[in-house]
């Protein structure tokens, strides 16, 4: 039974002070319960560290939204995973739409920083997703492939098992869109498809897959109970405690 992930990927929202107040609130009302779900915070680089001491002893753990794959170097306004490490992240974000769409990451890329961020001992959530235009026009399976395969390029199964890979639709996010559970699910399941096809059924069905694309509380059970959807990569919703904590609790 895969345990399902929710992770928010604030962007490039909340300043420090900003960050210590939703990150409190958000510990303070998850308590010490033990969830049915793991929980995933990324906030910013500049709240990494403060977010690190905030956590400590509650269920939530830390991501970065991106980080470089060489060690070090001349690589002005990047971050390494050793930086991220010592600031207690354990997970990095990859491939995000918006850094393939505005900052011009490609597949090869994208498979560059997983390699990285998996032999730095930390694990990748690894995006992929088509543009309106790509479903509309009937490729988006050929463009969900390619991400996939292309991304998972000399990935073993073992370094497989610590991966999460996670479906946005493109057209869905932040334009209050969301796939409709049957979409995603669909989506969900051609991906598990396609992992079983590359590696083993064991490693598709062990994959988690979450859903991200306008996840919020009053869509997320629906999109939660489908077969292949292991949880959500939330957005905007991931911003306001009631509304995060709201997800996390549909889980």
Known sequence: MRKKVIAGNWKMNK???????LISKIVSELGNEKLNCEVIICPPFTSLSEAAGLIKGSAVKLGAQNMHFEENGAFTGEISAAMLKSVGCEFVIAGHSERRALFGETDQLVNKKIKKILSSGLKPIFCV????????????KDVIKRQVTEGLKDITAN????????????????TGKTATPGQAEEVHAFIRGLIEENYSSDAAEN???????????DNAADLL????????????????SDSFIGIIKSA
């Open 225 to 240: 109970s489908q077969q292949d959807i292991d949880g959500a990569l939330v957005g905007g919703a991931c911003l306001k």
């Open 129 to 140: 997703g088509e543009t309106l235009e790509e479903r509309e026009s009937g490729v988006m």
């Open 207 to 217: 994959l988690t897959i979450q859903y991200g694309g306008s996840v919020k509380p």
């Open 159 to 174: 370094q497989l098992a610590n991966i999460i890979l996670a479906y946005e639709p493109v057209w869905a996010i932040g």
């Open 15 to 21: 300043d420090l002070t900003e960050s210590q107040n």
